[in-house]
């Protein structure tokens, strides 16, 4: 089996970055309100994008935050991010959290890329993630589920 690779994008600024990422949500189809995705520009090349929260037509949501820069070749640099993916049926809430926390960075015990699975302990130590990469995953769940309205078909 081969790896699907996750194409090299190019932004010119955290304006472009940030229309990207509206772009993205808005063709998903299962989000309610994009105007929770923000953005909050140091300069053209720097900033922060985040939701405050991103809600999904399932009641499910994504809280994220990326501070970035756009380096010399025009690729997105995370210096931190978390994405938080949370979602309740009945009486159980799932959630995941995948963060890059540099400045709390303890080898096996708080691993600077880390995943969180419905709780602070364990931190499973992950690869460096990106928006796409965590929207996709959330989007291929819903496929996967025949999300349909407000409910999951099985």
Not at 13 to 18: G, K, M, Q, R
Not at 98 to 123: I, M, Q, S, W
Request: charged share 25%; glycine share 4%; aromatic share 14%.
């Amino acid at each position: 089996m081969t790896e699907k690779m996750m194409p090299i994008l190019s932004f010119h600024s955290v304006n472009d970055y940030h229309s990207h990422i509206l772009r993205k949500v808005i063709a998903s189809q299962l989000a309610i309100d994009c105007r929770a995705i923000k953005m909050l520009s140091q300069n053209k090349k720097a900033g922060l994008i985040y939701a405050t929260p991103l809600q999904f037509r399932d009641g499910a949501i994504l809280r994220f935050e990326e501070r970035i820069i756009i380096n010399s070749i025009d690729q997105i640099e995370r210096l931190f991010y978390t994405y938080h993916y949370e979602r309740s049926d009945q009486n159980n809430t799932f959630y995941f959290r995948y963060d890059r926390d540099p400045p709390h960075t303890k080898p096996f015990l708080h691993e600077e890329c880390h995943l969180h699975a419905n709780g602070k302990v364990p931190r499973y130590k992950t690869h460096a993630t990106n928006f796409d990469e965590v929207f996709d995953f959330i989007v291929a769940g819903y496929r996967e589920n025949k999300w349909q309205g407000a409910k999951w078909v099985d």
